[in-house]
């Protein structure tokens, strides 16, 4: 259904995808599913929701993410470090 639904609203004219499992939620978008819709679509694919750690939000990019939306955990924490730690994982990850 993810995949059906992303081709239609890039044909519908959506310049970006976003799949999100909601601010806060305990899990994440599914690394499958991150791959399936990417594989099916020709614009940018932005994904959040539940993205709790920098390792986390690497194995989204790697998976097809093009933007990470975290939010929660570093709101919750104040941590400037945690956001560099997140940038720094997100931007060593090479395009495939």
């Known amino acids: 259904i993810a995949v059906a639904h992303a081709i239609a609203g890039e044909l519908l004219g959506m310049k ?7 601010s ?14 990417k594989e099916q679509i020709n614009v940018p694919l932005i994904v959040g ?3 709790v750690d920098p390792k986390e939000a ?9 933007f990470i939306v975290t939010g929660n955990v570093l ?4 941590n400037a470090s945690l ?6 994982v997100i931007h ?5």
């Open 16 to 22: 970006m995808i976003y799949l999100e499992c909601g």
């Open 24 to 37: 806060g939620s305990i899990q994440s978008v599914p690394n499958e599913m991150i791959s399936a819709v």
């Open 49 to 51: 929701g539940g993205i």
């Open 58 to 66: 690497g194995e989204k990019v790697r998976f097809g993410a093009d």
């Open 75 to 78: 709101e919750k924490t104040g």
């Open 83 to 88: 956001i560099r730690e997140f940038a720094s």
């Open 92 to 96: 060593s990850i090479k395009p495939s």
